[in-house]
């Protein structure tokens, strides 16, 4: 399984950036398709997730302003983030996770600034 992340940039605070993530490969083996981040000197923290069947959790500070979303039909998940503040400011990673729970796959970092 392998996961293209694209999307990242940066934004003055107040703005919107939508993350795209990409899945190929293996594609029935995953269930849950999920965005993190990461500060520097920060662990790396959940941000959102979704399943395959649509069940969605959000990290409490994002609730509101952010929305994923994904269309399993393209193997594609959807980050929207909206109402940017400063403390976003983050990489991005997109992860999947198989069925089982067993194996988890990540892409590449996007890294995505708010700042004026």
């Known amino acids: 399984v392998q996961l293209q992340a694209s999307g990242g940039g940066l934004v003055q605070p107040g703005g919107s950036l939508t993350l795209s993530c990409e899945v190929s490969?293996?594609?029935?083996?995953?269930?849950?398709i999920g965005w993190y981040r990461q500060a520097p000197g920060k662990p790396r923290d959940l941000v959102a997730i979704?399943?395959?069947?649509?069940?969605?959790t959000y990290l409490d500070s994002v609730k509101g302003r952010f929305t994923i979303s994904r269309d399993n039909s393209k193997n594609t998940a959807t980050l929207q983030m909206n109402s940017l503040k400063p403390e976003d400011t983050a990489v991005y990673y997109c992860?999947?996770?198989?069925?089982?729970?067993?194996?988890?796959?990540w892409g590449q970092g996007t890294l995505v600034t708010v700042s004026s």
């Open positions: 992860n999947a996770e198989d069925w089982a729970g067993n194996n988890n796959y």
């Open positions: 490969g293996s594609t029935s083996s995953i269930n849950n």
């Open positions: 979704i399943s395959h069947g649509g069940s969605i």
